[in-house]
């Protein structure tokens, strides 16, 4: 009896040794990452555990995607990475996949004007088209770009579908940074549903907008939806078993 008490002592204390051992090498690589001490570090490494625990992502490939989003800018800080990085989780279909294509997407995110609740929408959205992920961002990085340069062939293609007034108001508010790449997709989105736009149309303004990056995407039709689609699903809530897993 003694011999046993005495083994389950020893496995015990391997187990613990074993867990701190993980912890330090979980918190110097977060201290490397980020440049934060102490209680900080601490902090950020409970809330990325228990991500790995929940999901069975590895730690150094997700604390490697939060130090990617943060210093990107597409997050604010670590906490508020993890917060939204579980959202996508929650129903990311492959976890390990979810995060990789953060960090792909992470430098056009930022350049499209979207923090990081618009990335995991967009995201959640893509996977339900199906659409390569990195497909559509291209397209978006591609449209920021046009819209940004306001070239006439573009004024033109909107202004003949959609009027002088909406045309000069999406065009005025991206030109002064009152809207993103996205918010302006979104209202252009809506308006071809509204006006009922037809295909010859349609592929007009897709090559004014996205160029030939609209193909690999799905095409003009395809790219705005998955816009429209992901700003919605911002405003929905989650499901029973994903509020259980989220609590």
Do not use: C, H, W
């Not at 977060?30 to 069975?56: C, H, M, P, W, Y």
């Not at 816009?227 to 911002?234: E, I, L, N, Y």
């Amino acid at each position: 009896a003694a011999i046993a008490v005495l083994s389950g002592i020893a496995v015990g204390t391997k187990a613990l040794f074993d867990f701190n051992s993980e912890a330090d090498k979980g918190a110097q690589l977060i201290e490397k990452l980020s440049g934060k001490t102490g209680q900080a570090v601490e902090e950020i490494r409970v809330n990325i555990q228990g991500l790995v625990d929940t999901f069975g992502v590895e730690f150094d490939a997700l604390a490697g995607a939060v130090d990617n989003l943060v210093d990107t800018g597409v997050a604010k800080n670590e906490l508020e990475a993890l917060d939204q990085i579980k959202n996508g989780l929650l129903t990311a279909p492959d976890a390990n996949e979810f995060l990789s294509s953060l960090e792909n997407t992470a430098v056009v995110s930022k350049q499209l004007g979207l923090d990081l609740a618009d990335v995991i929408a967009l995201k959640q959205q893509i996977e339900a088209t199906g659409v390569n992920p990195e497909a559509v961002f291209d397209a978006l990085a591609k449209a920021t770009n046009n819209l940004k340069l306001q070239a006439d062939g573009l004024r033109e293609k909107l202004t003949g579908a959609f009027g002088n007034a909406f045309t000069d108001d999406i065009l005025a508010k991206v030109k002064t940074g009152q809207i993103t790449t996205v918010q302006a997709l979104d209202a252009i989105g809506k308006k071809s549903v509204e006006v009922g736009l037809n295909q010859t149309q349609q592929a007009q303004i897709g090559k004014e907008l996205f160029g030939k990056a609209a193909i690999a995407a799905g095409g003009y039709a395809s790219v705005l939806d998955t816009v429209v689609q992901a700003q919605k699903k911002q405003g929905q809530e989650l499901t029973g078993t994903q509020k259980a897993m989220n609590d």
